[in-house]
Structures are given as C-alpha cells and as structure tokens.
C-alpha cells in the first residue's frame, strides 16, 4: 500500500507502507549506523523523531529479547530504502513488521533516502509526517504542528527503581537512559538506583551514592537548566559525576562551557573521536546536536576527547574535581566497545 512522507518545505516521498496504518509527525532525523536498528528504534534519545535509515536494508535480525534499549519505543516512525522479508528462524526473534505494528509506529520503505540526507544537511530541523495522501490539507497540518519541548520529561521514569548489585552505589538520573547503560555498570556489581530527570538534592543524598550520573536522553541541555543546577552546585566536587549524551550538555553547560550546534545532528555508530593524550582513536555511537568548543574550557583535564569531523570537545575528564563528561554513548549499543574503559574510569573514580 502507498503512502507518504511529506515535511514542513513541501516535499513529499512516496513509499510503501508497512509497521502501523496511523498518521504520524515528528522531527525527520538521519540514522547513519549500518547496523543495530532495534537499539536505534527503542533508545529514548530519539523520542519525537521520524528516523531515515541510511543502511540499504534493515530488518533482518528481527527484534530480540536482548537489544531493548526501553521496553516502549518512543519514535514517531521509520523512513528505509528496504525491509528484508526474511530474518532468523529462531522463535526467539520477531520480524520488524509485526514489532512495529505491535508498538504502532508507523514505517515506509522504497523511499529515496539519499535525498532525505541532502535535505537534512541543509535543514538543521524538519517536521515530517507520513500520511495516506499528499494534498495541501496534510501540509496545512504539519505546518500549524509544534513540537513539544523538554522530552526528558516525557521519557524519563516516574518513579525511582533499583537496579541492585554488590558494589558502589551510584545515582542515576534518568533523562532518557539506555538499558545498556545499566548493563555495563551491572557487568561492574555497581548497585544503581534510576531516579526522575528532576529528582531533588535530598532524592539523592538519601541514597548516599558513591557516585552520580546523568543520562543520555533527548531536548536540549538549556531545557534542564533550573531543573538540573541545584543537583550540579550541590554535589560538584562531593561526588564522582558522570555526564553521558544530553547530561554531558547539561554538565558542560553548568561549567561554562561553550555550547556549539553542530551543522547536522550526529545519530549513528560510526563518529570517531581521538583520545588526545595518547593519540587513540575510538570509534563512538553518538546521538547528539551539540559539542564543545575546547578553547571555553578553562580548566586543565587529565585527558580529552575530540570529534575528529569538527575538532569539537567529544569528552573529558578531571579526577580532581570528580567529573567525567562523554557526548558519545561509552556502552555502544549499537557500535563499537572501544569506550567501555569509560566505565571503569567512573568506578576507579569512586574509590
């Protein structure tokens, strides 16, 4: 059956329907991993978006119990050039299809997704709806369509849960967190505690953590400003903090770091960032609009990591304050392992 995604400048692509049968809008987004669709699809980071997978073909994997980065995926659809019709014979697995018509997210595919990209570079953001028809009442729709603000909001958990282990404790703030997050501490007997995005000073100190990390997520690090600040004042210095993804923003932003939009969102596995002390190159999973101008940063860190595409701060880490920032997503999930020493780094820091 055709359909149509159409955006706010007035394009349309036609393509063949497949997932749901509903209407969806949302923010267009490129997804450039050539692999790792599920994590792609159920990462809380691209809540909102409608994602336009740059692989030739997704699909055939089909979806297991493993790769979940949340139970309920918050995308508002998929955008592919094709779907493999077959995958895994194991009873283990689900085909991509009935996964999405089960979530109700809706998918195109045959889709010119090259010309997606060329609009996207030029465009830092577009509203994008697939829809039955492309007639002037559907682009008279998405151009009246807001898009909401402060999505950390919408997808971070409402009510604290434990993630329990034998070793430090950590607090974790949940602005949108990866289950793969909590799998690696886990893989280091961290006992974690997942708290709301806006959990008080007492929320935490009454956990009495050996360490604090904010999660990746999505929105804009300016959205949690008042949100975050008390919990950055408070425990700067007092404990170990980990800034992962949208709480690396947020962290850089409460140090007075300079913020920089980067020319199109980085949402895939493949952005290589170099190890500036020892000259390694690592090759990170990113979803993210913004890094860091490294000349704003006034304050020596015992290393550094830069984007290699932009020469923007990626990373860094001072032991003396207690701090550790990545823009980059150190568990992979999908892409490489290369950063996982992250994770050890945060528990040496611990103590």
Request: a negative charge; proline letters at 4%; hydrophobic letters at 40%.
């Amino acid at each position: 059956m055709k359909r149509y995604l159409i955006l706010e400048d007035g394009s349309s692509f036609e393509g063949e329907s497949f997932g749901a049968s509903i209407i969806s809008t949302g923010e267009l987004a490129i997804q450039t991993g050539n692999f790792g669709y599920q994590e792609a699809l159920t990462d809380p980071t691209n809540a909102g978006k409608i994602l336009v997978f740059t692989a030739p073909m997704i699909g055939g994997n089909g979806i297991n119990a493993i790769d979940y980065e949340s139970i309920n995926p918050t995308v508002k659809g998929i955008i592919a050039n094709d779907v493999a019709r077959n995958i895994s014979d194991s009873e283990n697995f689900q085909d991509l299809n009935s996964f999405l018509q089960e979530k109700n997210i809706p998918a195109l595919y045959a889709v010119d997704t090259r010309a997606l990209v060329h609009l996207l570079i030029t465009e830092k953001t577009i509203k994008a709806s697939i829809m039955d028809a492309s007639d002037a009442h559907a682009f008279d729709q998405i151009k009246a369509l807001v898009l909401p603000k402060n999505k950390s909001a919408a997808v971070s958990t409402k009510n604290a849960y434990a993630a329990p282990n034998v070793g430090k404790t950590v607090a974790v703030l949940d602005l949108g967190l990866k289950h793969s997050m909590l799998r690696e501490l886990s893989l280091r007997k961290i006992n974690a505690t997942v708290l709301p995005f806006d959990a008080s000073v007492t929320d935490i100190d009454n956990l009495r953590p050996d360490g604090i990390i904010i999660s990746g997520g999505p929105g804009k690090a300016a959205e949690l400003k008042a949100t975050l600040e008390p919990v950055f004042s408070h425990f700067y210095g007092k404990y170990p903090i980990w800034g992962i993804g949208l709480g690396f923003l947020a962290l850089s932003d409460y140090l007075n770091f300079e913020l920089v939009d980067l020319p199109e969102e980085f949402n895939g596995t493949n952005y290589p960032v170099i190890e500036q002390n020892c000259n390694h190159i690592w090759q990170t999973a990113m979803n993210i609009s913004q890094l860091v101008l490294a000349d704003s940063v006034q304050m020596e860190m015992k290393q550094e990591y830069f984007d290699l595409h932009s020469d923007l701060l990626a990373g860094f880490c001072n032991p003396q304050k207690k701090i550790i920032g990545t823009a980059f997503n150190a568990e992979g999930a999908p892409g490489s392992l290369d950063a996982l020493s992250i994770f050890d780094d945060f528990v040496k820091m611990m103590g």
